[in-house]
């Protein structure tokens, strides 16, 4: 098992334990900080990341608009989403902005 296995493993077994960092970090005999440094690493690898479909809801709808927390804001109208999905334009968006989106009916 190599040190990041190993860390993933104790990070999981720390969040289990009820343990402060502190406390937890006594029994394995590790600085606080370099236990934090792992703690910081696994939330990063739990993040989602990469491309969501857009798909426009039920009902008549004439765009979708896509807002960064950044404020930049993107509005494409829903007549030309199959054209963007069909061309090499791709955008990639943070997935925790947005809600699941419900699958298509035949796509069960």
């Avoid at 960092?21 to 029994?27: D, H, L, R, V």
């Avoid at 030309?80 to 990639?92: H, P």
Wanted: glycine content about 6%; hydrophobic content about 35%; some cysteine.
């Amino acid at each position: 098992m190599d040190q990041r296995e190993r860390m993933k493993a104790e990070v999981e077994r720390w969040r289990q334990s009820g343990l402060s960092q502190k406390e937890f970090c006594k029994g394995l005999g590790m600085k606080v900080a370099t236990f934090a440094y792992w703690v910081s690493r696994s939330k990063e690898s739990e993040k989602k990341k990469g491309f969501i479909p857009l798909v426009p809801p039920a009902g008549s709808v004439d765009a979708i608009e896509v807002s960064y927390p950044n404020g930049v804001r993107i509005k494409v109208p829903t007549s030309d989403l199959k054209i963007i999905s069909s061309s090499s334009i791709c955008i990639n968006v943070q997935p925790e902005l947005f809600s699941p989106v419900p699958p298509l009916p035949g796509e069960l």
